[in-house]
């Protein structure tokens, strides 16, 4: 079956620094790949996705590519903000009937100023 | 901004009992999803409902648990009779149409089961 294996938080970084949270995956087929995040008391947003190999999916200074072969979908800031303290969730679709979402384990940023 | 809206925000509840918890998807999404989440494991999927069918369900949907869509804004999860394992917080989820991409998530429920 399909499966996403993030790095374990906590991450602790001081503002400005770069962020990088590795993600990779096993899946059948070619999946469509996520990343999502979860500030405190709220759902979960997505931040960014890729639907294919070589694709850079980018957002809110936050970028990924996704790498076919070597399955991963690392996520990276050049220059992380206090506000952007948060879990982040890597996630991939197959696509198949029902198009559910494969959740990583989560990784919990905070940023100190 | 549309949005997915979950209620409650919190409900706790005795072994045993019923719950319902209720989602109102954006207005012109056609698919839905449940997700749920332990604390402190991961997101993991329920179940997807089109066009008034259960569409997939994973291993943990069994038959405790049942999706409708009563009218046509709300979706519903209920929980015939609930376990001290079934406290976790419940996401709703949809989507415009089945390619994979950008199901938008409500806040959740946080469900307490005592």
New interface residues.
């Given amino acids: 079956g399909n499966s996403v294996t993030q790095m374990e938080g906590p991450v602790t970084l001081s503002e400005e620094a770069f962020l990088t949270i590795n993600c990779t995956y096993t899946a059948t087929g070619y ?2 790949l996520f990343w ?1 995040v979860q500030y405190p ?6 931040l960014l ?1 890729a ?1 294919k190999a070589d694709d850079k999916g980018s957002n809110k200074g936050f970028e990924a590519t996704y790498r076919k072969e070597t399955t991963s979908f690392h996520l990276e800031k050049g220059s992380v903000q206090v506000s952007d303290s948060a879990v982040y ?1 890597c ?1 991939l ?14 990784t919990r940023v905070l940023v100190k100023p | 901004e549309p949005e997915v809206t979950q209620t409650p925000s919190h409900q706790v509840t005795q072994m045993g009992q019923e719950v319902i918890l209720r989602c109102v998807p954006i207005s012109n999404h056609l698919y839905f999803y449940w997700y749920r989440q332990i604390l402190g494991q991961k997101v993991e999927f329920l179940v997807s409902f089109y066009n008034n069918e259960i569409s997939e369900k994973s291993e943990i949907f069994d038959d405790q648990f049942s999706v409708e869509r009563p009218d046509g804004s709300n979706f519903t999860l209920k929980i015939r009779s609930t376990k001290l394992e079934d406290s976790a917080m419940y996401f709703c989820a949809s989507s415009v149409d089945n390619s994979p991409y950008e199901q938008y998530f409500g806040p959740g429920t946080r469900l307490t089961v005592t």
């Avoid at chain 1, 008391?41 to 997505?46: D, R, V, W």
């Avoid at chain 1, 679709?93 to 989560?106: C, I, M």
């Fill in positions: 999946p469509s999502y008391g709220e759902g979960l947003q997505l996705k639907t969730f996630a679709s197959d696509g198949a009937a029902g198009n559910k979402l494969t959740f990583g384990g989560g």
